[in-house]
T-cell receptor, first 110, second 114 residues
Framework: GEDVEQSLFLSVREGDSSVINCTYT??????LYWYKQEPGAGLQLLTY?????DMKQDQRLTVLLNKKDKHLSLRIADTQTGDSAIYFC??????????FGRGTSLIVHP | ETGVTQSPTHLIKTRGQQVTLRCSSQ?????VSWYQQALGQGPQFIFQ???????GRGNFPPRFSGLQFPNYSSELNVNALELDDSALYLC?????????????FGPGTRLTVL
């Protein structure tokens, strides 16, 4: 079945860039997503990329997709303390139902 | 603020009991999906409802059931609760089943089974 893997923790200094990595196994993935979850809150869709793209930029967020290696990354430029949260990578194929990774806890310290 | 609300916020039940969780979708959204998020895990898809009919199901037993109503509200029912059912339950609405890129999540209901 589908599998999405992420590292569990990332710690960065305020103002630095954060890069969160994700690998997936489903070669028929159509959409790849990044979601943010703050404590006590639901999921917020940050951005998504179609599988036929290799990069998408949206303000401070840059998504890179290496379809050959099934590797997805999210770069957050000028990371702020308000970016501290859990970030979930997810993919969906023809069913359009996302399969989520376990999430990466991003800790931003001054 | 996504416009998707869930109730209750928190709930405590005991093993063997039944529970009903509620979700109010964004106006105009005819598709609702339910997810279970255990502590330290990503959300796991339970099922999806589209126009009041089940439109896909994840790997969950039949004691997990749902309903969707014409007024954009929906329910998740869980019978014969088990300790492992303790989790955050999330609903997400979208304008149609093919639009997960515009799927909006509610804040969730935290269920604790003792």
């Amino acid at each position: 079945g589908e599998d999405v893997e992420q590292s569990l923790f990332l710690s960065v200094r305020e103002g630095d860039s954060s890069v969160i990595n994700c690998t997936y196994t489903d070669s028929s993935s159509t959409y790849l997503y990044w979601y943010k979850q703050e404590p006590g809150a639901g999921l917020q869709l940050l951005t998504y990329i179609f599988s036929n793209m290799d990069m998408k930029q949206d303000q401070r967020l840059t998504v890179l997709l290496n379809k050959k290696d099934k590797h997805l990354s999210l770069r957050i430029a000028d990371t702020q303390t308000g970016d501290s949260a859990i970030y979930f990578c997810a993919e969906s194929g023809g069913s359009y139902i996302p399969t989520f990774g376990r999430g990466t806890s991003l800790i931003v310290h001054p | 603020e996504t416009g998707v609300t869930q109730s209750p916020t928190h709930l405590i039940k005991t093993r063997g009991q039944q529970v009903t969780l509620r979700c109010s979708s964004q106006s105009g959204h005819n598709t609702v999906s339910w997810y279970q998020q255990a502590l330290g895990q990503g959300p796991q898809f339970i099922f999806q409802y589209y126009r009041e009919e089940e439109n896909g199901r994840g790997n969950f037993p039949p004691r997990f059931s749902g309903l969707q109503f014409p007024n954009y509200s929906s329910e998740l029912n869980v019978n014969a609760l088990e300790l492992d059912d303790s989790a955050l339950y999330l609903c997400a609405s979208s304008s149609d089943p093919d639009n997960t890129d515009t799927q909006y999540f509610g804040p969730g209901t935290r269920l604790t089974v003792l």
